[in-house]
């Protein structure tokens, strides 16, 4: 029910846009993001963004990375730029109701020195 694209290979220092479109029966969303887990490592919170668009960013990411969202697609956007090394992970959507959460399959980003 979570559709992710936009991953892919890019030189550090590159850009990248992954979206993530929820479709079928997810009602009363709260609150949609991003987050990551790099091998060996546990996931974690990229950035999320409320219906209200309030957003919050992982330090690490700040000022390089901006969520966005479109509610009338129940789509949410991540615009990646001056990606580093460290950012490699692949890239797992969150969709936030008042009953569950969704989660999406996962897009790799590989970003290469």
């Known amino acids: 029910q979570l559709v992710e694209s936009g991953g892919g290979l890019v030189q550090a220092g590159g850009s990248l846009r992954l979206s993530c479109a929820a479709s079928g029966r997810i009602f009363s969303i709260s609150t949609m993001g991003w987050y990551r887990q790099a091998p060996g490592k546990q996931r974690e919170l990229v950035a999320t963004?409320?219906?209200?668009?309030?957003?919050n960013y992982a330090d690490s990411v700040k000022g390089r990375f901006t969520i966005s969202s479109d509610n009338a697609k129940n789509t949410v956007y991540l615009q990646m730029n001056s990606l580093k090394p460290e950012d490699t992970a692949a890239y797992y959507c969150n969709v936030r109701t008042i009953l569950k959460d969704y989660w999406g399959r996962g897009t790799q980003v590989t970003v290469s020195s």
């Open positions: 963004i409320t219906r209200g668009s309030s957003t």
